[in-house]
């Protein structure tokens, strides 16, 4: 089965630096897209940042400039370099990735507190 497993997330203080890290089992998808949303209770989920299989790159609006995505095709791991935190950026951050006849895999989400 499919499984994607973040880490990384945690409590930094505004303008930190936080990286997080998501790892794929199951299925390889170096040909796929991979990313990350996040969603804050009562909100519906936000794009944060796309990486295709071809490497071309989508950011939210709201982290442009801040956040970085990267992956290793090898290890099917995309990363977040998450750089000048802002409290707002606060949310439960989930890994996503899609397959073939383009189904969307979720992670278990992982917490991402900025506050001083």
């Known amino acids: 089965q499919v499984q994607l497993v973040e880490s990384g997330g945690g409590l930094v203080q505004p303008g930190g630096s936080l990286r997080l890290s998501c790892t794929a089992s199951?299925?390889?998808?170096?040909?796929?897209?991979m990313g990350w949303y996040r969603q804050v209770p009562g909100k519906q989920r936000e794009l944060v940042a796309t990486?295709?299989?071809?490497?071309?790159?989508n950011y939210g609006d709201s982290v442009k400039g801040r956040f970085a995505v990267s992956r290793n095709k090898a290890m099917d791991t995309v990363y977040l370099q998450m750089n000048s935190l802002k409290p707002e950026d606060t949310a439960a951050y989930y890994c996503?990735?899609?397959?073939?006849?383009?189904?969307?895999?979720w992670g278990q989400g992982t917490q991402v507190t900025i506050s001083s």
């Open positions: 996503w990735a899609v397959g073939p006849g383009h189904r969307d895999y």
């Open positions: 199951g299925r390889n998808f170096a040909a796929y897209a």
């Open positions: 990486i295709a299989g071809g490497g071309i790159t």
